[in-house]
């Protein structure tokens, strides 16, 4: 019988967790590394180990993205890839046997806890180079693969994934700083702010290490808003109107 494939996991939480039930699922060997060292990993992975040098055919950093920076520079392995939200300070430093990726997938929810094996299924998988074994990774995942420049992601994804996490943070905890009266809260609130429920843990990371490709839309947003609240509303409502029936369309 031909040898199962052997994947490392560095971190295993939502992201890392997720991905080791998808590949036991599929016949996988998932072994995995972890801070938490009392953490169980359940269906996620069959063994921990204490090094990324051991055998495998595939590391992948589930971390944040500033751990997985620290350890893709220490790593020696014939493949590499990460999973994390940005990649171009990834690729920045990876060489031949680095592929950096982002499964477009997550939730509000953090943790092994809220890893579940069908994650990714159905889900666009963003990858800077093509190689055999990554592709089976995302195979197993039931995702798609997507070949991407590094810098052409980490501009996009500022816009649709990281700005709709900053609006819905921003919104909330001002308006926990205005005491807001919970019970005019609707279905529009409880819908902008699903997003309010994520971690600075998971965030901050992510926001750091795309920072420039985020401060240029400040700025214009608050102007947008300003020009929505003083001015005519009606040419912001049809541009949004055209956006989100292109998004629906998707669906």
């Known amino acids: 019988m031909p040898t199962a494939r052997r994947a490392l996991i560095a971190g295993l939480g939502l992201i890392g967790g997720s991905i080791g039930m998808a590949l036991r ?27 990324l040098d051991a055998v495998s055919d595939v590391v992948i950093l589930a971390t944040p993205v500033d751990v997985a920076v620290t350890l893709l520079a220490s790593i020696h392995a014939p493949l ?18 680095f592929v950096a990726g982002h499964p477009l997938a997550g939730s509000q929810e953090h943790g092994l806890a809220a890893a579940r094996a069908d994650l ?5 998988w963003f990858i800077d180079r093509d190689t055999a074994v990554v592709r089976e990774v995302i ?43 919970l019970r005019f ?35 214009e947003i608050a102007q947008l808003v300003r020009e929505i609240v003083e001015g005519d509303p009606a040419p912001a409502f049809v541009k949004a109107n055209k956006l989100f029936a292109a998004l629906t369309s998707m669906t």
């Open 80 to 97: 590499i890839t990460s999973v994390c939200s940005v990649m171009a300070p990834l690729r920045a430093i990876g060489d031949d046997c």
């Open 185 to 219: 809260a609707g279905p529009g609130l409880r819908t902008f702010l699903r997003l309010a429920g994520s971690e600075a843990s998971v965030w901050a990371p992510v926001i750091e290490a795309n920072r420039e490709n985020l401060r240029p839309h400040v700025e």
């Open 25 to 51: 699922r599929n016949g996988w060997h998932v072994a995995f590394l972890d801070s938490d060292r009392g953490l169980e990993p359940g269906q996620a992975a069959d063994e921990r180990v204490e090094s």
């Open 139 to 181: 195979a197993a995942c039931g995702a798609n693969a997507e070949l991407v420049e590094a810098a052409e992601h980490d501009r996009a994804i500022a816009l649709t994934s990281q700005l709709p996490q900053i609006l819905s943070t921003a919104l909330a905890a001002y308006l926990n700083d205005r005491n807001a009266d």
């Open 120 to 124: 990714f299924t159905g889900a666009t």
